[in-house]
């Protein structure tokens, strides 16, 4: 006789999920910067922040914590390199704006809570679901989520830097249905990067739901995830669950 396979837990990334920055990171840089006496253009300090966090995320990664470094040392490299490459190669100066991105990034006024995140972390409270966040974060997204109303929603905040290792590695996903007690069957997951959410919790048999942001989906991509499993809004995610309760029959 078949009987419903139920969800039970769901998973969720967080940045560009559930919230977002409020001003872009060339203008929080810019900002921060002119606070310091230094004027640096806000589009000239985007394009280098994306560079440099490119280059220390490849060769430290995880924020470097294999290596010996601490998070937060990872991002106040990370700051000191956005400048330099930004044409602002007196270190000095900028130690102190480094430290101060550092410190206002895990306050809760430097974020926003997406549209209908709050809404849907309440129904999915309602129907009986047990929440978790697996994050590509560091260890200030506790204080975030707390400063912000979200963190009540959760079960626990599994972050890579806690884990010890960043989506898309099986391991993070693994260790949230360890802490969580459930079986991957009966656990989602969902988050906005193809790579990392999408692929790396189907890739140990969960179910995936993508967050579809502004830009549009590559093709490929887009032709690789059934239609129901995408989401435009978070507000779309309560009748999808619907659709796969109804379809999730096991023999």
Known sequence: MAHRLQIRLLTWDVKDTLLRLRQPVGEE????ARAHGLEVEAATLGRAFRQAYRTQSHSFPNYGLSQGLTSRRWWLDVVSQTFHLAGVPDAQAV????????????????????????????????????????????????????????????????????????????RIFHEALRLARVDPAVAAHIGDSYHCDYKGSQAVGMRSFLVVGPEPLDPAVKGSIPQECLLPSLSHLLPALDRLQGSLLEL
């Open 29 to 32: 840089y810019a900002t921060k």
């Open 95 to 170: 130690a102190p704006i480094a430290e101060q991105l550092y410190e206002d990034f895990c306050k809760p006024g430097t974020w926003q809570v997406l549209e209908g995140a709050e809404a849907t972390l309440r129904g999915c409270r309602k129907r009986g679901l047990r929440l978790a966040v697996v994050s590509n974060f560091d260890q200030r997204l506790e204080g975030i989520l707390r400063g912000l109303g979200l963190r009540e929603h959760f079960d626990f905040v599994l972050t890579s830097e806690a884990a010890g290792w960043p989506k898309p590695d099986p």
